[in-house]
């Protein structure tokens, strides 16, 4: 099994409020993936809630593959999520391992 997290912070925004939609917006679009990929055995996203911490979002997703990681990466609906993200991505931090 493959277990790839992605840690995602977000740009700046003209208030606490815009940041807060555009997070819950993310976290939505992000978790409605689980309908749509079926390579996508589990996923998680959590809104970071320690001020103190640098990231703004955590995915945790599983997979029975590297394959079915890379079909998931390719699929249609998370590119759309990904162009989302992208538009208000400041850095992103990634990790795959096996378990």
């Known amino acids: 099994m493959i277990k790839h997290i992605v840690l995602f912070k977000l740009k700046s925004f003209a208030n606490n409020e ?3 939609s555009k997070l819950i917006e993310i976290k939505e679009c992000l978790l409605s993936l689980k309908d749509k990929v079926n390579e996508l055995l589990s996923i998680e996203v959590g809104i970071n809630s320690n ?3 640098n990231f703004d ?10 394959e079915d990681l890379e079909k998931y990466a390719k ?3 998370h590119l759309a999520v990904g162009k989302i993200i992208r538009e208000v991505l400041e850095e992103r931090s990634c990790v795959d391992y096996e378990m």
């Open 57 to 66: 979002i955590a995915l945790d997703t599983s997979f029975n593959s590297m």
């Open 18 to 20: 815009e940041k807060a």
């Open 51 to 53: 001020p103190n911490e």
């Open 75 to 77: 699929h249609p609906d």
